[in-house]
């Protein structure tokens, strides 16, 4: 199952934990996010 970003809905100063993603699909993440993102991803 895959999910789009817009499917996605958080409050200010919440977190969103994603398990069992491997480091490519971390880097695809935060090129899909863009470098002018709101969001913080550690």
């Given at each position: 199952?895959?999910?789009?970003?817009?499917?996605?809905?958080?409050?200010?100063?919440?977190?969103?934990?994603?398990?069992?993603?491997?480091?490519?699909?971390f880097?695809?993440?935060l090129d899909?996010?863009?470098?002018?993102?709101?969001?913080?991803?550690s």
């Amino acid at each position: 199952m895959q999910l789009s970003f817009n499917q996605i809905v958080t409050k200010p100063g919440q977190n969103l934990l994603l398990k069992d993603i491997n480091w490519q699909m971390f880097e695809t993440l935060l090129d899909e996010l863009g470098e002018t993102r709101a969001t913080r991803l550690s």
